[in-house]
């Protein structure tokens, strides 16, 4: 076994991981119109990569892994969250002011919907990994994409509704919150469905050369 090729591999799946959600946080920020008329965020692209991700890592080198690498997602987003606050409550310099409207705009997320974040990435990840071990057993280890996807079934109703709630719950009534939600929901779990090959893509790279990791069934 190379194991520097292992760790390697590893760390490039970190880094994909991280700025799939990275790239949900912030770039998600932009709304555009989709199908019958929503609106949906520019999210949708990227975040499904983050349950996959996992669910990749978990497939090739187990369920500890998996966590780990929710963990370095939560500790990431938390770090970038306190970074955040010290950029935007730092004063600013006169010649800098004629980007003050618009970075405050983009980086002025409130506490409420930063806290909706954090908490809604960190329930469903682990519910995400959870999940995905329990089809693995009850599939007997077989069918990847069926684990997959009904592990992110499960994990982005998670996701979608705790952050909708917790962010809007006496701001909308609860009725809007459902009617933002549910279609929100659904498109997440499309998306996945789209991505699915290239779970089997990243899986066969993380193998490549690994004899170890070859007789996993997938």
Request: glycine share 6%; aromatic share 20%.
């Amino acid at each position: 076994m190379n194991t520097d090729k292992i760790n390697f591999r590893i760390i490039i799946a970190l880094t994909f991981y991280l700025v799939s959600l990275f790239a949900s946080n912030t770039l998600g920020l932009k709304i555009m119109p989709f199908l019958f008329g929503t609106h949906v965020s520019v999210a949708i692209f990227f975040f499904p990569f983050v349950f996959i991700t996992t669910d990749v890592i978990g497939q090739v080198y187990g369920k500890t892994l998996a966590k780990n690498f929710v963990w370095a997602g939560f500790i990431s987003i938390l770090l970038f969250l306190i970074f955040t606050l010290i950029s935007t409550i730092s004063p600013w310099s006169k010649s800098g002011l004629w980007a003050k409207d618009a970075y405050d705009t983009i980086f002025g997320i409130s506490f409420r919907m930063s806290v909706a974040s954090l908490l809604a990435y960190i329930i469903a990840s682990t519910q995400d990994v959870t999940a995905f071990f329990f089809f693995k057993k009850k599939l007997n280890n077989r069918v990847f994409w069926l684990q997959s996807n009904l592990s992110n079934l499960w994990s982005e109703l998670f996701d979608t509704f705790i952050f909708m709630f917790v962010a809007f719950a006496g701001i909308y009534p609860f009725k809007t919150i459902i009617l933002m939600a549910i279609p929100w929901y659904g498109y997440k779990i499309i998306m996945g469905l789209c991505y699915t090959p290239l779970s089997y893509l990243g899986i066969n790279i993380l193998k490549y050369g690994n004899s170890e990791q070859k007789d996993r069934n997938i």
